[in-house]
């Protein structure tokens, strides 16, 4: 940190503590939002920029998590509670918490799963949010459909996110810090998406394997497809 | 599909508009049945009435109860079935809340905003586990722990996915029923397969328990380096430390615990204690003033917790007088003592002991004295008394305020009801070298070893007469009371005379004076009804 700092204030706090204060407020404003809509006539509840405001709220929630999330990753503060998680109800917890915004955006969305009454040993709160910021990201690139599976491949469990999109740029592509060009984490929320995505991975490990992120294009439905592989 | 239409929910929240929102939300699921309360004293009083089979409970509810404190208490009061489906709302993210409503082990947690799809998903999926886990569930609550390994068995052979929750079920049952081996090699298993928090945590207290303490440590440290972040392991770590004696790690580790999660009113509690033992005041007021903070709303409040706080801040002036904010914060303290605990002479005694300390100490004495003196009266009038810890604290704050006789005649009296305890006569020799009181036992002591002699002989009519002569002998001792009674009982059994009926209950009602925190409170509840089945 800065050294010439005669207050000695540390920056990262100060952000975290105030992105800790941000996140509440739009947890009070989304509240207050949905009980406003409850009340509103219906021309006026289904209007188009209700999906705008919905849609950004949650992919501002999702951001100002991941900041808190990599803030305590660098403390080494972030709690891993892993437990054994039924994988077929995380994917529809999922797919639940976007309904509106795919139902609005006339995207159709769908999971499948390698056997029903598969269960893996990891964090559930912390790969959920990994795997709703794909699913929001995906949002914004898909035409017309999201897809989720999961199967075990080599010991591993492995969740994929499909879309119908242009797919990821050609530099991207591949085991993430192994490709040409990772996301650029200054550039774009969907580089930090990805980063924060690669860090809860590499968290959970097993006789020293370590999971990772992986990108591709052409998939189950033709467009990008995010992997993520959990020993 | 589950069905909803049947299902009887509570929300407990204290916003109108939210209570509003999940109401409708509910009822686009077809929940036909909703009563909400606005606080946790409602939810308390309507749970009472009926049984819910969803309970939703906003964590923060303003100044009164929290969700996990009304959790706490339903499960207290039994009045929580364990096929209820108990799940704690929360807007708020710190870290402090989210430890603590995990801690209390809510069946879920949901995080405001959430929408329908994510509140029925949900749902669904705990209605269709504890469908599944009915007689498992079914079992816990007829404390049958047989059929619960039974259930769960048969639950993890036909449905595998909850595999998980049976597994913790069979180590509850296990540990019910004792079987402490088959415990560890279950414990063992788990964690061979995956290193799975909970069952690392349960395994390295069972060592702790049965004194496998370097074990039970290298369990508890294996785990921290895996997940730092879990207060349990340091309270294991911490418990470890104590029992080797190891006062000042201990406390270290209990400190680390409470960085993570300092919202728990009993880490807060044994922090207190630990640091006071330690000589450590400053670090023991924060702790107490927290745990009394903490226990305001909670079944859990504790009275020591009060008269604690008040003495670290008086140990921590030292020798010198007590500062102008220290006998405010005291005085404020033992006011909200006696205005909660109003009916309990015994604790006023200790209350105003305490006062009396203070005013002595911020240069009162004269006023000190005065109360004291009172005090001393009091003491002597008390139809309950205190547990021996206790009584040798008061003692020993009598006589620092000139009333030796006073304290002479509380030891004498910890001596006729603990005297048969050998560590606690050690612990009233420390305090006095009286033979009147020290020796005043020892021919009683003797009349109750014949006794139980006869006893094991199972010459009952003698063994009567033996500890009839202790009871005489020293009335208010509790074991001989009890002792007693339990002759009696094998008498009226053969024979149910009326008056060896009516010594047994008055024996019983004498050792029903004993503390409610006394080791023997379940040996007096066995033989009370024992008596009552005749």
Same mark, same amino acid.
């Given at each position: 940190m800065n050294?010439?700092?005669?207050?000695?204030?540390?920056?990262?706090?100060?952000?975290?503590?105030?992105?800790?204060? &941000?996140?509440?407020?739009?947890?009070? &404003?989304?509240?207050?939002?949905?009980?406003?809509?409850?009340?509103?006539?219906?021309?006026?509840?289904q209007s188009g920029e209700r999906g705008v405001i919905e849609y950004e709220s949650l992919r501002l929630n999702g951001m100002l998590m991941q900041m808190l999330g990599l803030y305590k990753l660098q403390l080494n503060a972030l709690p891993l509670?892993? *437990?054994?998680?039924?994988? *077929?109800?995380?994917?529809?917890?999922?797919?639940?918490?976007? $309904?509106?915004?795919l139902q609005a955006r006339q995207i159709s969305s769908s999971y499948s799963i390698e056997h029903d009454e598969l269960l893996h040993f990891m964090d559930e709160e912390l790969i959920s949010s990994v795997i709703a910021n794909v699913i929001n990201n995906s949002i914004r690139y898909t035409r017309t459909a999201i897809h989720l599976h999961a199967a075990q491949e080599d010991g591993q469990l492995?969740?994929?996110? $499909? *879309?119908?999109?242009?797919?990821?740029?050609? *530099? &991207?592509?591949?085991?993430?810090?192994?490709g040409a060009r990772d996301a650029d984490v200054t550039q774009s929320s969907t580089g930090l998406g990805l980063y924060f995505g690669q860090c809860i991975a590499r968290l959970h490990q097993r006789n020293g394997r370590h999971g990772y992120i992986e990108l591709s294009n052409g998939g189950q439905l033709g467009g990008g497809e995010f992997r993520l592989y959990l020993p | 599909m589950i069905e909803y239409n049947n299902k009887r929910f509570l929300i407990v929240d204290d916003f109108t508009d939210f209570r509003s929102a999940l109401t409708g939300m509910l009822r686009q699921m077809g929940v036909a049945h909703i009563d909400a309360a606005v606080n946790g004293e409602e939810a308390l009083a309507l749970c009472r009435k009926h049984t819910y089979d969803v309970i939703l409970h906003d964590y923060n509810l303003g100044k009164g109860k929290n969700g996990q404190q009304v959790l706490e208490e339903l499960h207290h009061d039994k009045l929580l079935s364990p096929h209820c489906i108990f799940i704690i709302i929360s807007a708020e993210s710190s870290q402090a809340m989210v430890m603590a409503a995990l801690e209390c082990e809510p069946d879920s947690y949901l995080t405001k905003p959430f929408n329908l799809a994510s509140l029925q998903q949900r749902l669904d999926k705990l209605i269709a586990m504890k469908t599944v886990l009915h007689p498992v569930l079914d079992a816990q609550m007829r404390a049958d722990h047989m059929a619960v390994l %039974?259930? #769960?068995?048969?639950?993890?052979?036909? !449905?595998?996915?909850?595999?998980?929750? #049976?597994?913790? !079920?069979?180590?509850?049952?296990?540990?019910?029923?004792?079987? /402490?081996?088959?415990? %560890?090699?279950?414990? /063992?298993?788990?964690?061979? %397969?995956?290193?799975?928090?909970?069952?690392?945590?349960?395994l390295a207290d069972l060592l702790r328990e049965s004194g496998q303490l370097d074990h039970a440590l290298t369990l508890y440290q294996d785990g921290i380096r895996q997940f730092p972040l879990i207060p349990a392991l340091y309270d294991g770590l911490a418990a470890t430390e104590l029992a080797r004696g190891n006062h000042e790690e201990a406390q270290q580790h209990l400190q680390q615990g409470l960085r993570i999660s300092p919202n728990s009113l009993q880490r807060q509690e044994r922090m207190g204690q630990i640091a006071q033992r330690n000589n450590d005041h400053e670090q023991a007021a924060r702790a107490f003033r927290q745990a009394v903070d903490l226990g305001r709303n909670s079944l859990f409040r504790n009275p020591d917790n009060h008269l604690n706080l008040a003495s670290s801040l008086t140990a921590q002036a030292g020798d010198g007088a007590l500062g102008q904010r220290a006998v405010a914060e005291i005085r404020q303290t033992l006011g909200e003592l006696d205005k909660t605990w109003r009916d309990d002479p015994a604790l006023s005694v200790r209350s105003r002991l305490m006062q009396a300390r203070t005013l002595d100490k911020s240069g009162h004495a004269t006023e000190a004295r005065r109360l004291a003196e009172q005090v001393a009266a009091d003491v002597a009038q008390l139809e309950s008394f205190f547990d021996a810890e206790v009584a040798l604290q008061v003692a020993g704050q009598l006589r620092d305020l000139d009333q030796a006789g006073s304290a002479d005649a509380v030891l004498a009296t910890c001596a006729e009801m603990y005297g048969d305890d050998p560590e606690v006569l050690a612990d009233i020799a420390r305090h006095t070298d009286n033979p009147d009181i020290l020796a005043a036992g020892s021919q009683a002591l003797e009349w109750n070893r014949q006794a139980i002699r006869l006893y094991q002989q199972k010459n009952y009519a003698e063994a009567?007469? /033996?500890?009839?002569?202790?009871?005489?002998?020293?009335?208010?001792?509790?074991s001989f009371a009890l002792n007693t009674a339990q002759s009696l009982l094998r008498l009226i059994a053969a024979d149910p005379k009326p008056e060896l009926l009516a010594e047994c209950e008055r024996c019983l009602q004498q050792a029903d004076g004993m503390p409610s925190n006394d080791h023997r409170r379940e040996r007096y509840r066995k033989l009370r009804e024992r008596l009552e089945q005749l």
């Open positions: 050294d010439n700092d005669q207050e000695g204030l540390d920056f990262s706090t100060v952000l975290a503590s105030t992105v800790h204060d &941000m996140k509440n407020s739009l947890t009070l &404003m989304m509240q207050s939002w949905a009980q406003w809509i409850e009340r509103l006539p219906p021309e006026l509840a509670r892993p *437990d054994w998680v039924e994988v *077929d109800d995380l994917l529809q917890a999922q797919l639940a918490r976007h $309904s509106e915004i492995m969740i994929l996110v $499909s *879309d119908d999109g242009q797919g990821y740029p050609a *530099d &991207m592509l591949g085991r993430y810090n192994t | %039974e259930a #769960c068995a048969a639950v993890i052979a036909a !449905h595998p996915r909850y595999a998980p929750q #049976c597994r913790r !079920h069979q180590v509850t049952a296990l540990a019910a029923l004792g079987r /402490r081996q088959d415990q %560890e090699r279950l414990l /063992r298993s788990l964690i061979s %397969e995956r290193p799975l928090p909970w069952a690392l945590v349960a009567l007469q /033996r500890f009839r002569q202790a009871l005489a002998s020293q009335p208010r001792n509790i």
